[in-house]
């Protein structure tokens, strides 16, 4: 059986997943969609609160491994499945990115909540030089972007950097140092509520699709159930009492 090549750890209430496939870049091989489909369900299963997409080696993600492709029929499934996972999952999924990010590995990338990059990296959407349409990550990155945003890039296949990213609307933030602002992310998505965090996250994707009369429709039926729920009464209690609400881990040290 070959080596892993997508690791999970867990650790007080974040998971995090790591590509380590660094002799192709950290190529969307099929073994690797399929470990990290397998650490995503881990993730599920241990109630990770928030879940950390990071990788090892000097890519983030090459796109897709071009030697498979080359030789076996085209099947995007897992890719899709993957995607899908990353946006669907009620907890907020962070791209912990510290190396070069091309064609898939983009979609990849833009299927997390939040994106936080290191300031010296960039980014290229190959896909035309090669042949081919970056199809299926056109679904979440223009969710993300403005299409007239991303149109050079997209139909040149030409580098961009990171601050171009952000101000597209492609990452959510570029650092100097990748590790400390997830760290700080992951703090505060653990003062939260889970069931709170959970719906909010719901929220910014179902919001944008709906006309003005749903959208106020749904969300006064959404902010009612809370406000009327446990984890208000224990947050508004906390307020008054000046104390951290049961949740948040450093209620209890």
Same mark, same amino acid.
Request: hydrophobic fraction near 45%; charged fraction near 25%.
């Given at each position: 059986?070959?080596?892993?090549?997508?690791?999970?750890?867990?650790?007080?209430?974040?998971?995090?997943?790591?590509?380590?496939?660094?002799?192709?870049?950290?190529? *969307?091989?099929?073994?690797?969609?399929?470990?990290?489909? /397998? %650490?995503?369900? &881990?993730? @599920?299963?241990? $109630? +990770? =609160?928030?879940?950390?997409?990071?990788?090892?080696?000097?890519?983030?993600?090459?796109?897709?491994?071009?030697?498979?492709?080359?030789?076996?029929?085209?099947?995007?499934?897992?890719?899709?499945?993957?995607?899908?996972?990353?946006?669907?999952?009620?907890?907020?999924?962070?791209?912990?990115?510290?190396?070069?990010?091309?064609?898939?590995?983009?979609?990849?990338?833009?299927?997390?909540?939040?994106?936080?990059?290191?300031?010296?990296?960039?980014?290229?959407?190959?896909?035309?030089?090669?042949?081919?349409?970056?199809?299926?990550?056109?679904?979440?990155? *223009?969710?993300?972007?403005?299409?007239?945003?991303?149109? /050079? %890039?997209?139909? &040149?296949? @030409?580098?961009? $950097? +990171? =601050?171009?990213?952000?101000?597209?609307?492609?990452?959510?933030?570029?650092?100097?140092?990748?590790?400390?602002?997830?760290?700080?992310?992951?703090?505060?998505?653990?003062?939260?509520?889970?069931?709170?965090?959970?719906?909010?996250?719901?929220?910014?994707?179902?919001?944008?699709?709906?006309?003005?009369?749903?959208?106020?429709?749904?969300?006064?039926?959404?902010?009612?159930?809370?406000?009327?729920?446990?984890?208000?009464?224990?947050?508004?209690?906390?307020?008054?009492?000046?104390?951290?609400?049961?949740?948040?881990?450093?209620?209890?040290?």
């Amino acid at each position: 059986m070959s080596d892993a090549i997508v690791r999970h750890d867990h650790s007080g209430g974040i998971s995090t997943i790591t590509l380590d496939s660094q002799h192709n870049r950290n190529a *969307l091989s099929a073994q690797l969609l399929s470990e990290l489909a /397998a %650490a995503i369900d &881990t993730a @599920e299963a241990v $109630d +990770a =609160r928030a879940i950390v997409l990071r990788h090892e080696g000097p890519a983030f993600c090459a796109g897709a491994d071009l030697k498979e492709r080359r030789s076996g029929p085209p099947d995007s499934r897992p890719m899709v499945s993957v995607l899908e996972r990353l946006m669907d999952t009620p907890r907020p999924t962070i791209a912990a990115v510290n190396g070069a990010v091309r064609a898939g590995g983009i979609g990849l990338m833009a299927s997390c909540d939040l994106i936080v990059v290191h300031e010296s990296i960039d980014f290229a959407l190959t896909e035309v030089r090669i042949g081919v349409a970056p199809a299926i990550i056109s679904v979440p990155i *223009l969710r993300r972007v403005p299409a007239g945003r991303i149109t /050079a %890039a997209m139909l &040149t296949g @030409e580098r961009f $950097d +990171a =601050r171009e990213a952000l101000s597209m609307g492609l990452v959510t933030h570029v650092t100097d140092d990748v590790t400390a602002t997830v760290d700080q992310l992951t703090d505060g998505v653990m003062a939260g509520a889970p069931a709170a965090v959970a719906e909010t996250k719901r929220m910014l994707r179902r919001v944008p699709t709906l006309d003005r009369d749903t959208g106020f429709a749904e969300m006064r039926e959404l902010s009612e159930r809370l406000f009327a729920g446990p984890d208000a009464a224990e947050g508004m209690a906390a307020f008054v009492e000046k104390r951290l609400p049961a949740w948040n881990p450093a209620a209890g040290r």
